[in-house]
């Protein structure tokens, strides 16, 4: 029966952490964000987020997120990687509705990914950060 069920790809839906100042404590902060680059609004968003290390053996406690709706061409904050997170290797599973279809697509960000000679201007935040496709 689980082979009969088809999953279409995902397109035009990123994972983003994006490094920004924080006023209120002066420091530099990595946010998550969940970009919708689509004509359509994406619903019921279930975001499930996990650390981990395969060298060390080291993992975190998963992370689970829920938008109700995420307009066409936008994007939201979805948590803040705190930081010993940002040396290890985090994965975010995502799952959404797009009418009546369901999706899921898992992004990773590898080990040593996240540094600021990676960053990028990230589309549609137009911060700079690194993004997973």
Known sequence: MKKDIQIPEVNNVFMAVVKE?????QCEDWNVYIINNKETDLEM???ISKGFDKDTAV????MRHKIDR??????AKVELLM???IKISNLFTV???EGSQLFDKKYVFKKGTLKDSALRTVPLIKKRGVIVK
Do not use: D, Q, W, Y
């Open 59 to 62: 993992e975190t406690s998963s």
């Open 45 to 47: 968003v279930m975001i």
């Open 70 to 75: 995420l307009p066409a061409k936008s994007f």
């Open 95 to 97: 799952t959404f509705f």
């Open 21 to 25: 100042r924080n006023e209120e404590f």
């Open 83 to 85: 930081g010993e997170v």
